[in-house]
Every structure is written in C-alpha cells, then in structure tokens.
C-alpha cells in the first residue's frame, strides 16, 4: 500500500470519527435541551400553577368571611391562612420566573401586604367597612389570574422546545442511519473491488 493511499485510508476514517462525533455531541445538545424543557415544564410550570390554586383557594376563603362578616374567621384562623399564604409565596419565589412574571408577582405581593394593613383595620374597627378589603381581594385575584395566564404561555413555549428538540434528534437520527449505510456499502465496494490488473 502506497503512502498516498494510507493517508486517504487515514483521512477517511478520521472523517468518520469526526462525523460521528459531531452527531453525538449535536444530540448531547438536543437531549439536554429537551431534560431541561421537561423539568421546567413541571418544576415551574405545574408546580407554580398548583401554588397559585391553592393560594387562590386562601383568597377565596377569606372573600367568604369578609362577605358573610365571619368575624370569627379574622380572630381565630386568619392568622393561620396568612402564614400559609406566605409560605405559598415563598415556595412560588424559588420557581423560574420571567420578566413578567416577576412583575406581576412582585405586584400580587404588594397587594397581599396591603391586604394585610387592611385586615387590621377591619378587625379593630368597630364598622366593619368591607369595601377596600374586597377589592384588594379582587386586586390580588386578578394578580393570580395573570399568573396562571403566564404559566400557560411558558407551558406552551416548553413544549414548543421540547417539540423541536425531538424533532432535530429523529432527524439526525434518520442521517446517522443513512450515512451509515452509505458507509457500509462503499465499504462493501472497497472490498469486492478488484482492479483489472490483478
């Protein structure tokens, strides 16, 4: 075997190896990208929207009281739903939010701290004006209502991701096979090939 034909022999299989370590490294890339989509998809996207259900079901709970004038409630268990409120809030903050959201969150936490000011109020007040208590419950309703909106829209954008990752994986997959049996036959070529001369 001549030198020049070693070196082609060499640089045909160091074409392969790159080829095919280009493959690997690009689907390392897309199985990441789809882990991270689908642990996104659950850790701040169905984890926050089940915070957001159960502090929204707090807020109800305290809209009942303030309408039914259930004084009872703010002497006995407010205190106890606003730690539980601020426990929701505080787990909701260790999720991944965007820029929006965390605008809207920072919003829904002004609010709930004047809620607060407000049941304070209320329950040293021998009038019991419900006004301003109710529509800071509004405001804060409207607050998680925005949220589940935004979780929504990031759900579906992860999804949209994932989606597309999947898709370049089946799709380097298909040319990974059909290189390989591209490869295969020029190698069953190679070695039935016999030239003329000998």
Partial sequence: MTTFNKIRWVASILLVFFIVLITNLIDKDNFNRLEYSVT????????ASDLLFEISMWIQEKEVAVV??????????????????????Q????TMLTK???LIFNNL????SNLRELEKEYTHSETRETN???KSLDEISQHLYDLSKVQLKEGRRQMFISNQAMDTIALFTQIEIVFLVLMAILIQIIIMYKPKGN
């Fill in 40 to 47: 996104t998809i659950y850790e701040d996207r169905i984890v």
């Fill in 68 to 89: 039914s004038a259930d004084s009872l409630f703010f002497e006995e268990e407010n205190n106890k739903t606003n730690l539980d409120i601020d426990g929701l809030i």
């Fill in 91 to 94: 787990r909701y903050e260790q």
């Fill in 100 to 102: 929006k959201e965390q």
């Fill in 109 to 112: 936490k002004e609010e709930l």
């Fill in 132 to 134: 301003h208590i109710l």
